[in-house]
């Protein structure tokens, strides 16, 4: 192949810019991400040679270099990986495979502090280079190809690359940064161990770099300098970090180590590192992010959890190992009895790989439980005993935790409920609302159950849009006249979720949406005779109503569940609720098509205007439009319903 230019797919070149205009503020970050490359490509050689020993070739001892030169202003990281092809240098500095791609671009500001903050989540890689260099060279041979298929790789981070192909005895791929003026700083061996410290001591390959020694100068009076030896020394521990003890890692290098694997520059929420032991032997290392990647939505979505056997690194995307409600966990697992060759179709199948699994979802679990424990104390309390119990500093610095990562994953994680019935009770626990008495998500089940009213005999919450919505529904009204907290929920999934959980600790959720009200025991018998009453002589007005309004609803009946609003829709106990029918229409998706039953307010003044009146046609359709209205929805034909309450205002 002789030299060609070829364009950078748009989404790269947007990407480049970015990276070149908003990471400046964390330069050093370039020399992870490189060095991740690296070792990733180190790791993919081992996976490879598994079946094909031969691709080690002459070079058995996997390592990465760091290399610089001065004069030339170049600093070059090499590693003996995997290497690329000529085909997939241009496919992977080309073009950026993750999926979400476009989706993301189209987040983007143009405000480099905001974008800046998004580009954290995404995770620039390779392209990081760009934020030291003016210029790079990238030359690879893939591991196995022949030393004249080589490829070299050339880009000034604008809107095209070079490719031709080159010869190059060693396998694996140089990265060489030719560094700005302002990036001069990294041409410099006590620079460069530092940084390589602090981001990548956890990597378990070597990283070198060459000896220097002090030389005086042979000139007279003229300064000596740092010379290169030409032996080289390891740089890192290159230890995997999940192997050594815990009390010898400090909580910077467990950071570190969980931004160098998951490419999120903030600090995670909180990590748990284990070594069990019993049948299944397997190293855990757990981390729960701080902020939501930008693909948490996404479907096809990779796990964040490696899987390692043995410290050999065998997949990056290992769904067998963490339930999909549980995809924003980020870590390690490496298996001491998983066979070095196991494949995907074997991972799905393995009873370690199901006992791992459940003992990770279950340590995931626990850490949620921690920080729900510990994310709000209240003042120091005096026991029985005459003590103040003291809040430690570990438990301090867990305060508002749970709040922060239920803002970010608690919808994700109610997907659970549907989808990991062994734990479902557990993540009932879990779970946060707002409700009547708390704008703020944070009314747990157990919280509400602790302040029901006497004689109250279930958990009443409602659905909605918004949370506006929720709390004006009409529904609510008898609740906030009788004091009855009420939850409100507003997360897509909460409906959907909720089919799944009929009860919690013993006491029923109801939805109050749902069904004829039955406040059971919080009616009292005047209340309740008075209600027979007013139905009883509504009876002839109601069998007209349930005439004119065949066609929209399925029944209309009088209710007690309203105080000011003449009438309300619900759903039959067993039906979908009016909200998730209109939120599968609007995805294109076949609902069932029931009909909503109306409920009216026999006391209220427009309903007792109904009895005689000439009007009543237009005042049923009035009533079943209005009540539409009010939870969100749309009448069928919205122009009949104006010119019906147009005609009554004129
Ligand atoms: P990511 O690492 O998140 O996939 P990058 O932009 O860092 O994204 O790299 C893109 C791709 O380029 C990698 O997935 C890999 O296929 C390839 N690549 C990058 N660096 C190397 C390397 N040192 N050796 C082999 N392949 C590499």
Known sequence: MSKQTLSFQAEVAQLLHLVTHSLYSNQEIFL???????????????????????LYEDAPNLEVRVSFDKDAKTLTIQDNGIGMSQQEAID????????????????LTGDQKADAQLIGQFGVGFYSGFIVADKIT??????????????????GGAGDFEVETITRAARGTSVILHL??????????????????????????????????????EKEGEPGGMVKTGEWETVNKASALWTRPKKDITEEQYQEFYKAISHDHENPLTWAHNRVEGNTEYTQLLYIPAKAPFDLWNRDKKAGVKLYVKRVFIMD???????????????????????????????????????????????VLSMLEDLAKHDKHDAPAEGADGVTDVVSEEDKAKEGKYSAFYAEFGAVLKEGLGEDFA???????????????????????????ARMKEGQEAIYYITADTLAAAKNSPQLEVFKKKGIEVLLMTDRVDEWALNYLHDFDGTPLQSVAKGAVDLGK????????????????????????????KDKAEDVRVTTRLVDSPACLVVQDDGM???????????????????????????????????????????????FDQALLAEGGLPDDPAAYVKRVNALLA
Request: glycine content about 4%; aromatic content about 6%.
């Open 423 to 449: 734990n479902r009770e557990r993540l009932a626990k879990l779970l946060r609302f707002a409700s009547t008495t708390s704008d703020a998500v944070s009314v747990g089940f157990a919280d509400y159950k």
């Open 32 to 54: 992870r991400e490189l060095i991740s490359n690296a070792s990733d490509a180190c790791d993919k050689l081992r996976f490879e040679a598994l079946n094909n020993n031969a």
């Open 92 to 107: 992977h500095l080309g073009t950026i495979a993750k999926s979400g791609t476009k989706d993301f671009m189209g987040k």
């Open 577 to 623: 609720s009016t909200q998730l029918a209109r939120m599968l229409k609007q995805a294109g998706q076949k609902a069932p098509e029931t009909k909503p039953v109306l409920e009216v307010n026999a006391e209220h003044p427009l309903v007792k205007k109904l009895d005689g009146s000439v009007h009543f046609h237009d005042l049923a359709h009035i009533l």
């Open 317 to 363: 995307d290992a769904e067998a190992l963490m339930p999909s409600y549980l995809r924003f966990v980020k870590g390690v697992i490496d298996s001491a009895d998983l066979p070095l060759n196991v494949s995907r179709e074997l991972l799905q199948e393995s009873r370690d790989v199901r006992a791992i699994r459940e003992g990770s979802t279950k340590r």
């Open 138 to 155: 990238v030359e690879s041979r893939r591991a196995g190809l022949k030393a004249d298929e080589g490829v070299r790789w050339v880009s």
């Open 522 to 549: 919080l009616q009292d018998e005047a209340e309740k005779k008075a209600a027979e009453e007013a139905a009883e002589a509504f009876k002839p007005v109601l069998a007209k109503l349930k005439e004119a309004l």
């Open 180 to 217: 700005r003026d302002d990036a001069a700083e990294y041409l410099n061996a006590w620079k460069l161990k530092q940084v390589i410290g602090k981001y990548s001591d956890h990597i378990s390959l070597p990283i070198l770099m060459e000896k220097e020694e002090w030389k005086e100068s």
